[in-house]
């Protein structure tokens, strides 16, 4: 138990709040870190579900988190800095690469239900794993297996090395 103020907070929401204050400590540090450790934070409070864990385990799940976080958003700056163009979500002034975006967009469609499709376009909005959980009436852990499931299988096929190619061009 954690008192604050003269009031008494489980374990819990005591880590939580430490974890708050490490947040905010960082990003005055450094901003490109605090972005990371504020999704962490999010993430952890959506995947929680109510469900209050031990102190020392919402802490390890933190640091994982965070570390996990960090890294995408390097590899997200990497390569908007160096494939810039692929991420734009203005049309394409060259109607060729506009055609072939445009066809493996249908072909990656084509490969997955509609169901499934809806699924990956909820994801790309940034729709949370919790919401989206509990839209598809599924548990988090189950909607993350989906998901990696169906972007396996796009990885996997010859849709899947086409947009590899046309990413790496």
Do not use: Y
Request: hydrophobic share 40%.
């Amino acid at each position: 138990m954690h008192t604050n103020l003269g009031i008494v907070l489980p374990a819990f929401w005591a880590a939580i709040a430490q974890l708050q204050v490490l947040v905010s400590k960082a990003r005055r540090a450094a901003p490109s870190s605090g972005e990371a450790f504020d999704e962490a934070l999010t993430c952890l409070l959506d995947d929680s579900g109510g469900e209050h864990q031990p102190a020392k385990e919402v802490q390890r799940r933190f640091r994982s988190l965070s570390r996990n976080r960090a890294q995408k958003h390097r590899a997200r700056r990497h390569l908007l800095v160096k494939k810039p163009h692929v991420f734009a979500l203005s049309p394409s002034p060259n109607p060729a690469l506009q055609a072939e975006r445009n066809e493996l967009v249908v072909m990656t469609r084509d490969m997955v239900s509609a169901d499934e499709w809806e699924l990956l376009q909820e994801v790309a909005h940034d729709r949370s794993f919790s919401e989206l959980a509990e839209h598809h009436r599924l548990s988090v852990p189950a909607l993350k297996s989906r998901i990696f499931r169906i972007r396996e299988r796009i990885r996997i096929s010859s849709v899947g090395s086409k947009i590899l190619r046309a990413l790496t061009a």
